[in-house]
């Protein structure tokens, strides 16, 4: 919950041009991810059907408000933005067909959109992974070239093109490999 209410926040310092401060929250949100996560694999009273609905969401939200408030300021390209922006669009299509087709009739809206009715697990893959943290590390470049003088180098453009290789690379492993990584669970 912390990642969606600082995900707002960010926007808002980036397009205030507030840099210094956003690249301070943006590491309290990578902070408060990786403890959710530490917590969430050492007790196993801590993890919940709504916390794993809740995480991947986070990660949506931070990942496209991010993006699109760095491409308004000129930091990321806009057709880089676009093709991850559409990559998550397509994988929460998915997941939104996943969930109707493994939901038990009589399927109700309650049970279509209640986070503790778990039906299916996505299994992510390992490129999609390698691409969450390449388009972290992005992100935490393009919030620190204008920190550190560096917004025009080739480097940072090197970045682009990677963040947009692993993108494709992602996205098509999922096309790919579709059901495989899919899990269906029974007994609900």
Not at 60 to 88: C, G, H, N
Not at 167 to 180: D, F, I, L
Request: charged fraction near 15%; glycine fraction near 4%.
């Amino acid at each position: 919950m912390t990642r969606i209410g600082l995900a707002p926040v960010l926007g808002y310092l980036i397009l205030e041009e507030d840099f210094n401060v956003a690249l301070g929250v943006f590491a309290l949100a990578g902070l408060t991810d990786l403890l959710d996560g530490f917590i969430a694999r050492n007790w196993a009273n801590q993890k919940s059907a709504l916390g794993s609905a809740l995480d991947p969401l986070a990660d949506k939200v931070l990942i496209s408000i991010l993006y699109i408030s760095l491409t308004y300021a000129d930091l990321i390209p806009v057709p880089l933005t676009y093709m991850i922006i559409s990559r998550d669009v397509m994988l929460i299509a998915a997941v939104f067909y996943v969930r109707y087709r493994t939901l038990p009739t009589p399927r109700t809206l309650a049970k279509y959109f209640n986070p503790c009715y778990a039906t299916a697990r996505l299994k992510p893959t390992f490129i999609s992974k390698v691409n969450t943290a390449v388009q972290l590390i992005l992100v935490a470049a393009s919030l620190a070239a204008p920190v550190f003088n560096y917004a025009d180098s080739i480097y940072l453009q090197i970045l682009w093109c990677c963040t947009a290789f692993t993108t494709a690379a992602s996205a098509y492993s999922y096309y790919h490999y579709g059901r495989k990584t899919v899990q269906v669970i029974k007994g609900k």
